[in-house]
């Protein structure tokens, strides 16, 4: 992404303008802000009928989610994370 944050996600033809491309989700280093970017991205992408990107962008917030979860040593505010919603979609929308 470039100083400004108006890198657009043209890999695979896509072109929404959008600062945080998969690509760069991937690469990012901060998990906690990685699996809420990419998983709404991956919404976006969804909504918009874009199912690969989509499922790239999900395995990217399940990968991120993982990352996290395996950080966790407090076992029950893992165990919240994991059963939040948000993180609930994300696992579900990864891989499918």
Known sequence: MNAGGTTLYRAAGLDLGLPFPVAELEAFPAPLEVWKSARVLGGALQRLG?????RRAFDTAAR?????AEGTHDEALRTGFLASA???EVLERAYA
Do not use: C, F, K
Not at 50 to 54: D, H, L, T, Y
Not at 64 to 68: H, L
């Open 64 to 68: 991120a989610v993982r990352t996290i």
């Open 86 to 88: 948000a993180v609930r």
């Open 50 to 54: 874009r199912g690969p990107e989509a």
